[in-house]
Nanobody, 119 residues
C-alpha cells in the first residue's frame, strides 16, 4: 500500500509560478525510486489529463504538449518526494492536480490539490 499526499496548491496570478509537492509513504519495504510517478489534473466536469510523468530513475520525463517548456517534474528519491514546478501559469491551468504512483500495473493516487489561476 502506498500513500500519497499532495500539497502546494493555491491561488496564483496569470504568469506566476507554483510548486506542487507529493509526499509518498508506504509499508516496510516501500521503495519510492521503483515507481513511475505522474501528475494528472482534472478540470471541472471533465476527465483527467496527464500533465507529466517520470520513470523510476528520473531520467526520462514526459510532458503534455500544453505544459511543455513551462512545467517540470523533478523527484527526490531519497526524500520520497515528487514535485511539479509550474511557471508561466495560465487560467487554463486551473484544475485539481493529482499525483499518481505506478508499479507493476498497480496505481495509487493522492487526494489532489487545487490550483487556481486568476487575477
Amino acid at each position: 500500500q502506498v500513500q500519497l499526499v499532495e500539497s502546494g496548491g493555491g491561488l496564483v496570478q496569470p504568469g506566476g509560478s507554483l510548486r506542487l509537492s507529493c509526499a509518498a509513504s508506504g509499508v516496510s519495504g516501500f521503495t519510492f525510486s521503483r515507481y513511475t510517478m505522474s501528475w494528472y489534473r482534472q478540470f471541472p466536469g471533465l476527465g483527467s489529463e496527464l500533465v507529466a510523468s517520470t520513470i523510476s530513475a528520473g531520467g526520462f520525463k514526459n510532458y503534455a504538449d500544453s505544459v511543455k517548456g513551462r512545467f517540470t517534474i523533478p523527484r527526490d528519491n531519497a526524500k520520497k518526494l515528487l514535485y511539479l514546478q509550474m511557471s508561466s501559469l495560465k487560467p487554463g491551468d486551473a484544475a485539481v492536480y493529482f499525483c499518481k504512483a505506478r508499479l507493476e500495473r498497480l496505481d495509487y493516487w493522492g487526494q489532489g490539490t487545487q490550483v487556481t489561476v486568476s487575477a
